[in-house]
């Protein structure tokens, strides 16, 4: 059985050494790389050959890879590495790497076109100044076949391993049963649908009703397929923590109903929840565990690889037992664990590092989208950039004289934005060219003061930096997709500040690439309708398969009601603070246990709480507030009691609209005094235009899909087993409009309440 690996990749393996070192960062991004190989390209002969593939074998390795160009009137190979920043800065162990693959690929070639000699050259292109910096070597091809053999063995061992774990664990996952005695009623659907799509390739969006088991119902699956559609890994993506939590948790349920599955699960977490020493950069001279850590981190890989399930606790112990950072522990072994758990931005973002590896790498990607109804405001997000002139304003006056010129020609530029507009908010049409020039020469400059200054890194500074190079990076590709807008606001001093927003409002062109680049990708959640708005904003396959799993509770277990006599609308808020105080003391007295009540806005929440709480003071209560952490968070839900009786206020949308899970009597009815719209506000009026002239829904698209998707999100927390029976009260007016209705699940019995 023979083991592939590129180029890139053994090298990352085998020719890494001393510290962990970020400071000749940020790289230039893949689209910056890829200008710049162009560049370096077209300045060579016509002879000169691009992206030369080459092939190799040692033993039971196949090493392969692209290299980036060869020149065959010099007999030259040249390994073309983009940066910013001071060359002389570049840490010597980036530069030893950048030699080693030079060499791999230089043999490659010899062995390919039969040379018994060849030039080598590590070409450094700076992407603000277009120079060249040319390093050359010429090396026999005995020397190139011995350092090849070199590596090759030293992987060697890693190697066999892996072939071992690979064949182990695609026997044990077809043998593998499902955990339990049966299958819940949808469940079976679900995971059928799911072995059908990635057997066949193709996109599955499944819309599936909160409580069915969806977590455990498409892991199980994807996992039997390991082995006969040869899947490198499986990727479980999260929208938020408890997400994680699940699938670890149905990752554990697995593997225990198996002792025999050889499966290594991986979770990973933002770096600021995994780093040991926030207060120290990322380099020897800084922070201990960045110190001699690739020199440490094969002793490390190796315990990690013994582990089945690499949660945060766990991968934090290998870590600190081997004196290295767990977060960056975490980034090598996604290149080893067999499912990974990570949050959307992990495969969708820009410079999504699972996206990057299975790129690099060639991998056979299965993707699995938990609660995908989020990946449409994640990936506006994650596709958005903007400036705040206020925290600009503040970095201008600390920042080191230095810098203060090029800060000071952005400063000029971005006043003559917006000093013509005459409304606190408008938005163009186009991006912001000339401000963009005194970026980028800002950013260079940031970047050279940063590269001489790693001792001092200011946050302020650095915070700035990586903004800036995210706006430009977006204006890069900015289209009808987009909208650039400035928001006005006055200063202290009266002096306008704007706030810039280069902002994506459809991700379709962004998300559809990582969609089509795994073999399967299956998107899950309650709410997945309508599919033209999903479809639209995704940007699905046109093979995309949809499913509407068929619900495991009965009408009668959930009594939704429509309270069409109250109007939530801001207009009329105050008139209906009363009645739906009064309605919900009187459900509270005709059936007493726990509710959830949801509304718009926090102050509306305080409102109807405060005249609760006045009204019926016997009745125990609690409430969301803003900006709650995660101790918080679980003290609000420890409220609900399996033997407890309240009432819970909410914001729709937010932390208990959806993710939650209070079975029983933990909670049996909810109260959702809103529709769920968006703010009228004219950032979404705006939207609303974009999305009139792309799609001719502006209204749908803008307020009414998403503000119905997060009710049913939050109605779906009152019944989670088949055993559940609660109540749903839907507090509007519209909520009686056939073309609401009509987005509502269909097992859903709705009945008028007066």
């Known amino acids: 059985m023979s083991y592939s690996i590129a180029v890139r990749a053994l090298c990352e393996f085998t020719a890494k050494s001393g510290d962990l070192d970020l400071r000749f960062t940020p790289s230039p991004t893949a689209l910056e790389g890829i200008v710049g190989h162009r560049t370096v390209a077209a300045r060579r002969s016509p002879g000169y050959q691009n992206e030369v593939p080459v092939q190799g074998q040692y033993r039971q390795l196949s090493v392969r890879g692209r290299a980036d160009g060869y020149d065959p009137a010099q007999n030259r190979l040249e390994e073309i590495k983009t940066y910013r920043g001071d060359l002389e800065q570049m840490p010597a162990n980036h530069r030893q790497l950048h030699w080693a693959q030079a060499k791999i690929y230089g043999w490659l070639l010899c062995q390919q076109l039969h040379l018994t000699e060849i030039n080598l050259a590590l070409v450094y292109f700076d992407i603000a100044s277009e120079q060249e910096t040319s390093l050359v070597s010429a090396c026999s091809a005995l020397e190139l076949h011995a350092f090849f053999n070199q590596q090759c063995e030293l992987f060697l061992a890693w190697a066999e391993q892996e072939l071992a774990h690979r064949e182990a664990r695609n026997l044990a996952a077809q043998a593998l049963q499902f955990p339990h005695p049966d299958f819940r009623p949808g469940q079976r659907h679900l995971a059928e649908s799911v072995f059908k799509a990635v057997s066949t390739g193709r996109c599955l969006m499944a819309q599936a009703t909160t409580g069915i088991g969806k977590t455990l119902g498409t892991l199980f699956p994807m996992l039997k397929a390991l082995a006969p559609r040869k899947l490198d890994k499986v990727l479980f993506l999260t929208a938020k923590t408890p997400g994680r939590k699940l699938a670890l948790d149905a990752a554990q349920v697995l593997v225990d109903s198996a002792p025999g599955l050889p499966l290594r699960v991986l979770e990973m977490v933002a770096r600021d929840k995994a780093c040991e020493h926030l207060d120290k950069a990322c380099h020897g001279e800084s922070c201990p565990l960045a110190k001699g850590f690739y020199d440490r981190l094969p002793a490390a890989r190796q315990a990690a690889s013994q582990v089945t399930l690499l949660d945060q606790a766990a991968l934090r112990q290998i870590a600190l037992a081997h004196q290295v950072c767990p977060y960056y522990l975490s980034q090598e072994m996604a290149r080893w664990a067999d499912l990974v758990v990570a949050d959307y931005n992990y495969y969708f973002d820009f410079s999504a590092l699972l996206f990057g590896l299975a790129q690099a790498n060639q991998w056979q990607l299965a993707v699995l989208v938990d609660e995908a109804h989020n990946l449409v405001e994640r990936g506006r997000q994650m596709y958005s950039a903007s400036l705040d002139q206020f925290s600009f304003n503040a970095l201008r006056k600390i920042a080191p004289e230095v810098l203060k010129k090029s800060l000071q020609r952005v400063n000029r530029e971005w006043n003559a934005l917006h000093k013509e507009q005459t409304s606190p908010y408008q938005a163009y049409a186009k991006a912001p060219d000339k401000l963009l020039q005194a970026l980028s020469l800002c950013t260079a400059a940031i970047g050279d003061y940063l590269n001489d200054h790693p001792q001092g890194l200011d946050a302020e500074v650095q915070r700035f930096y990586f903004d800036a190079l995210q706006f430009c990076r977006v204006a890069e590709l900015f289209d009808e997709q987009f909208v650039f807008d400035i928001s006005k606001r006055q200063s202290s001093g009266q002096r306008s500040l704007a706030l810039l927003c280069l902002r994506n409002v459809v991700p379709a062109g962004f998300i559809r690439p990582r969609l089509t680049a795994a073999r399967s990708v299956v998107m899950f959640s309650a709410t997945l309708s309508p599919q033209r708005y999903y479809r639209d904003l995704l940007g699905l396959p046109a093979a995309t398969v949809w499913i509407d799993v068929e619900s495991p509770f009965h009408a009668d277990q959930l009594k939704v009601q429509i309270v069409s006599q109250i109007s939530t609308r801001f207009v009329h808020r105050q008139a209906s603070l009363a009645p739906i105080v009064d309605l919900m003391a009187r459900q509270f007295s005709e059936r007493p246990g726990n509710y959830l009540a949801f509304f718009s806005s926090f102050d509306y929440l305080q409102q109807v709480a405060q005249l609760f709480a006045d009204s019926h003071p016997h009745i125990q209560q609690w409430s969301q507030s803003r900006g709650m952490d ?70 749908d698209y803008t307020y009414l899909f998403p503000g119905v998707q997060k009710v049913v999100q939050a109605a779906g927390r009152v019944i989670r087993t088949q055993q559940d029976e609660g109540l749903v009260m839907l507090i509007d007016d519209r909520f009686a409009e056939p073309k609401v209705q009509q987005l509502l699940p269909r097992w859903w019995s709705v009945s008028g309440r007066a």
């Open 630 to 699: 995660e101790r918080s968070r679980q003290a609000f839900l420890e409220q609900f009691t399996a033997h407890g009786q309240g009432i819970g206020f909410a914001v729709l949308g937010g932390a208990f609209g959806e993710g939650i899970d209070l079975p029983g009597a933990r909670l049996i009815g909810a109260f959702i005094a809103t529709l769920g719209l968006a703010q009228l506000n004219p950032v979404n009026e705006q939207l609303k235009q974009r999305m009139a002239a792309l799609f001719g829904d502006g209204y």
